[in-house]
């Protein structure tokens, strides 16, 4: 197997014609070129070049491979630029993993203004419940919820969020008819794989001992507007909903901090790079609503 530097410093020595031109070309010392010339002679069992009082002139063989040297030198460079080209382009496919509620009640518009920014840049949303596996390449970036920092695996690179809270909350008709006294039950709406936590049971507000079971987000925003009962949520789902209020006498509980998370070489990707910058900025603007602070609408 040849060695390309070999060639390249073939490729000088022929171009300037002497040793001397070639290691200065190449910020070597004069030896080393020698060294790297003759190398390449053994390898390929041939002279390449004649010393003469004027200086280095190709043989026969040399100028063979001459051409030969030519062309590997125009492809590897077009191999260095297509490479770096494209991974500092601002083009290609970005695929961002995170939870539904903060793709469909948070960071939609903001995923709008990137594409607009970056038209060329290709955007796959993997909303889902789902952990994308960064390491597998099934995503480039993933934006979650930690709770406990030790869980987050060490080959990945992490930029810290926001403290993301959550409180309880119901609509606000259902909530006048409470205190109205209607005598309808007022069920917890719960995520079945989550089940009722025991620190939403302090509220002045008693539900039922029979929940209204769902499986998805989706369907447990729709079921507290809906007026179904009681449900705890992300605050930067409830209070941002004009249809819903926080149920008297409840507290905020933290769910996790917000992570944004790459992996190996894929964050130095340009367009990872200003994905990880735009996003991150945006969320600190959410900082307040992101953990209760914004106005309660109770």
Request: charged share 25%; aromatic share 8%.
């Amino acid at each position: 197997m040849i060695d390309w530097d070999d060639i390249r410093y073939f490729l000088a020595v022929a171009r300037r014609g002497s040793v001397r031109a070639a290691a200065e070309r190449l910020g070597v010392n004069h030896s080393t070129v020698l060294r790297r010339v003759a190398q390449l002679e053994e390898r390929l069992g041939a002279q390449m070049f004649e010393k003469l009082p004027s200086g280095y002139r190709l043989t026969v063989a040399g100028e063979e491979v001459l051409e030969l040297a030519g062309q590997m030198e125009s492809s590897s460079h077009q191999l260095e630029t297509r490479v770096f080209g494209r991974d500092q382009s601002v083009r290609g496919l970005l695929r961002v993993t995170l939870a539904p509620t903060l793709a469909t009640h948070l960071l939609m518009p903001d995923f709008s203004d990137f594409a607009c920014l970056y038209p060329d840049i290709e955007m796959e949303i993997l909303s889902s419940g789902e952990l994308a596996n960064l390491t597998n390449r099934e995503a480039d970036l993933a934006i979650r919820v930690v709770y406990d920092r030790k869980t987050l695996p060490l080959n990945l690179h992490g930029l810290k969020g926001s403290d993301v809270f959550g409180a309880i909350y119901m609509s606000r008709d259902r909530l006048a008819a409470w205190r109205a006294g209607v005598p309808d039950p007022i069920r917890w709406i719960v995520i079945s794989m989550h089940g009722i936590p025991d620190w939403v049971r302090e509220g002045e507000v008693r539900a039922a001992e029979v929940p209204f079971r769902v499986t998805d987000a989706g369907a447990q925003i729709a079921a507290v507007r809906q007026g179904l009962g009681m449900t705890t949520l992300p605050c930067f789902v409830g209070d941002a909903d004009p249809m819903l209020v926080r149920v008297p006498g409840t507290d905020l509980h933290m769910y996790g901090t917000l992570w944004l998370l790459t992996q190996g070489e894929t964050r130095k990707t340009k367009r990872v790079r200003l994905f990880t910058e735009f996003v991150s900025s945006r969320l600190a603007a959410y900082s307040s609503l992101l953990a209760g602070l914004s106005l309660s609408r109770d």
